[in-house]
């Protein structure tokens, strides 16, 4: 041992993945670490970057559909909507009632699915496993759901410009009001299992903390940003689609560290299976599709629709150039922006607290990637 | 593969609605012919500006539409017939209203200034629309790839971006290299629908 160096100490670079099991897909983080302390963390994204935006320019407005599935395949029906919405806008289709009902019904339970595979993930990154199981369990009553209406579990190719591919099933109602009154039985229980845990709790307050000001600087939104105490939430600030009509609370915690996004999460599950009863309970009959045409082209022009995800603001830039493909399309993806801060996240807490702050921000890293 | 691409329609044209409301008389005295347009849309309001003074103008925007707690939404680029975009958008936070800035810039040396240091959130976008269409941005901290690999060659994101058969990243692709054998037949041309 060099005499000099004793007693100091060297700065050392870590990577962390792009194999690493919690960063929840194909994140690579080049962390440079002093003992145990994050000095820096330099996210490396890129490794699943697919094309979406250039595929697009190359398929009519119907072929793209099945596409908009895969960058954030946990909110797959909320890709489908906001682009299937931006669309119908840009070339002024109304479609009926109905068919905006079983959208939305579609959103929350993804919106659902998608939060409860975030807790399951959130607890086996802190050391919690069993409440991964039941949250899976839980899930697999919402993926029957899906599957039974689409056909798909994950990635679902459901809504259509105009409507649907299909109606609800005969039954599919009733199942849904069972699959609801399981899972509202059931979220008390992960509260006790992980929000209520001591050793979760201390794994996650004050770590990971932003304020306001920063998070809306850095693009932070959905439910990190409310765990900032911001009530940021599309579904008021926007009113699109029904939600006005709906009694849902938005959900908002003033922590801004890891506990509080968790928070903001395990309070949503509980609006979202409101607005889900509230949804079945006035759902309307009649046609779900308005005629298209089969090859549509679209006015020229441009829109940004953007729609409440589970992860955040989602929105769907799109030019125009009236012919039947797309000349631009840009995903304003929430899991991109709801990374990029992790530097100054993560900066000066342990290395251990890396995976908390990034399960708690729940990235799909296709979606950032896209 | 651009043999059989279709005849590209003409771009959409960059901003149709050239001018400036009375709403912004006050910005367009400050930044006089460097505010392109200035207009009132259904979603908020819309700015064009010269691209060297887009950090400028954001700046001042947050004194006028932007002085109520904000949220930087997103920046991409657009490749227009004439001109290359970039689009910012910021969203207010107490009700629906989306703020929009662009800034249009020559297809050969385009050139923007940054607004990373004012919105940490734009700095990704930044190096994504740098990467993907060439754009020089000036004033930015850190300006590598983002999702593409060290080194590659050209901006995907162009219209006239040819995609690189032979390069080392790329398998070869047997459908493209001999469709017969695939395929048992010649391909059929591309654009037919089912």
Request: proline share 7%.
């Amino acid at each position: 041992m060099n005499e000099a160096n004793v007693g100091t100490t060297d700065q050392l670079i870590v990577n962390m993945g792009p194999q690493h099991p919690s960063t929840h897909g194909v994140l690579r983080v080049a962390l440079t670490l002093d003992g145990e302390r994050v000095v820096s963390a330099d996210p490396d994204i890129g490794y699943l970057h697919s094309s979406m935006e250039k595929i697009a320019e190359r398929l009519d407005y119907r072929q793209y559909i099945s596409y908009t599935d895969r960058f954030d395949y946990l909110g797959a029906m909320c890709n489908e909507w906001v682009f299937v919405r931006a669309v119908e806008r840009l070339a002024g289709i109304e479609v009926t009632p109905r068919c905006e009902h079983i959208r939305l019904l579609m959103a929350e339970l993804n919106r659902l699915a998608s939060h409860l595979l975030y807790f399951g993930a959130m607890g086996i990154d802190t050391g919690a496993t069993t409440v991964f199981l039941y949250c899976f369990r839980e899930r697999e009553l919402i993926l029957d759901l899906f599957e039974w209406v689409s056909g798909q579990r994950l990635l679902y190719n459901f809504l259509r410009v105009g409507g649907l591919r299909n109606d609800l099933p005969d039954g599919w109602v009733e199942q849904c009001h069972a699959a609801m009154d399981a899972l509202a039985s059931r979220v008390d229980e992960y509260d006790t299992l992980l929000s209520e845990n001591r050793i979760f709790i201390a794994r996650t307050r004050g770590i990971g903390a932003i304020t306001a000001e920063e998070a809306l600087a850095y693009g932070f939104s959905g439910p990190c940003l409310r765990g900032c105490g911001v009530p940021y939430d599309l579904r008021r600030v926007d009113g699109y689609s029904l939600y006005p009509e709906l009694d849902f609370e938005v959900c908002v915690e003033e922590g801004g560290d890891c506990l509080s996004r968790h928070m903001v999460r395990s309070r949503e599950l509980r609006e979202s299976i409101k607005i889900v009863r509230q949804v079945l309970a006035r759902l309307p009959e009649g046609e779900v599709n308005v005629p298209v045409p089969r090859r549509l082209k679209v006015e020229p022009g441009e829109v940004y629709e953007r729609i409440e995800s589970p992860r955040g603001e989602l929105g769907c830039y799109l030019v125009s150039d009236g012919s039947d493909k797309p000349w631009r399309m840009h995903w304003r993806a929430p899991s991109f922006y709801n990374l990029a801060p992790l530097d100054r996240l993560c900066r000066g807490h342990w290395m251990a607290d890396m995976v908390a702050v990034i399960a708690s921000t729940d990235i799909v890293l296709g979606d950032v990637d896209r | 593969m651009p043999e059989q691409e279709a005849p590209q329609p003409a771009a959409p044209e960059a901003e149709r609605v050239p001018g400036i409301e009375p709403a912004f008389a006050a910005l367009a005295e400050r930044f006089g012919d460097e505010l392109v347009a200035a207009r009132k849309t259904a979603d908020g309001p819309d700015f064009t500006v010269a691209p060297a003074r887009l950090a400028d103008f954001v700046a001042a925007l947050r004194e006028s539409v932007l002085a109520e707690p904000h949220l930087f939404v997103d920046a991409c680029g657009v490749e227009r017939e004439t001109a290359l975009e970039v689009v910012y958008r910021f969203s207010l936070v107490s009700r629906r209203e989306i703020v929009t800035v662009r800034a249009h810039m020559p297809k050969d040396k385009p050139a923007v200034a940054s607004l990373a240091v004012m919105y940490p959130g734009a700095r990704w976008p930044e190096r994504e629309y740098a990467e993907m269409f060439g754009i020089t941005v000036t004033g930015h901290p850190d300006m590598r790839h983002l999702l593409l690999p060290e080194g590659w060659v050209g901006h995907p994101l162009r219209k006239d971006y040819v995609y690189p058969l032979d390069h080392p990243y790329l398998a070869p692709d047997p459908l493209r290299e001999d469709p017969v054998r695939v395929l048992g037949h010649a391909p059929e041309g591309e654009g037919e629908e089912s």
